[in-house]
């Protein structure tokens, strides 16, 4: 069984308890820049790029998880820009992906990302994605028992929500098991490029022949 997953680390913990896998494949997951394996000076330097509207909020649900909602609906302070919708987080081609493909598929996918409520949808997985883990990824050790599952994970280096720099770390520490494809000049979106989808299939079916 071959697995794709685009949110969280998290997952590669849960899946080898429920399935036999073939291989994994994680896009641009998201990575915390609390945990704590990271070098401090890198989580840093990660952090304060983002705009003082998205480390703000972050600070929120890491801290004080009880604000989250208020903070991101209140109307005194700008708020993520990921719930706003603003421009600054996306990368060129992130524009032009949403522009020509996502704009194209409607309100209506739209619609369902968000279709249980701001809190369940989007404000719970703040909480969750920069909270406290009981875990570190950065440390984690090859979580399948056999030892040769691979885990592909893919990542634009100009990706504004996900930073490549912790991406990086990350892979590098676990470069035995974990295979990194970085695109250069891709932002978020780019699972949406076309031709991208066969393209990270074959990647992963290419190693098992």
């Keep these: 069984m071959l697995y794709f997953v685009h949110f969280s680390y998290c997952f590669l913990f849960s899946l080898p308890t429920i399935f036999r896998l073939a291989g994994v494949t994680l896009l641009t997951p998201a990575t915390n820049y609390y945990w704590p394996g990271f070098p401090s000076n890198l989580s840093t330097e990660a952090f304060y790029k983002q705009p003082p509207c998205d480390y703000w909020s972050l600070r929120v649900a890491h801290y004080a998880p009880w604000l989250t909602h208020w903070w991101n609906t209140q109307k005194w302070f700008p708020i993520i820009g990921a719930i706003s919708k603003s421009p600054h987080t996306l990368s060129r081609e992130d524009k032009e992906v949403a522009a020509k493909q996502l704009i194209a598929k409607g309100a209506h996918h739209r619609e369902h990302v968000r279709q249980q409520g701001q809190y369940e949808s989007l404000h719970r997985d703040l909480n969750l994605g920069f909270g406290t883990w009981e875990f570190d990824p950065v440390e984690m050790e090859n979580p399948f028992m056999d030892k040769e599952v691979s885990v ?42 076309n031709g991208m989808a066969d393209s990270i299939v074959k990647t992963m079916l290419n190693e098992k022949q």
């Design 152 to 193: 592909h994970l893919w990542q634009g280096d100009e990706d504004i929500l996900v930073p490549a720099t912790l991406q990086r770390y990350i892979a590098e520490r676990h470069s035995s098991w974990i295979q990194y494809h970085e695109l250069a000049g891709s932002g978020h979106f780019f699972p949406h490029l």
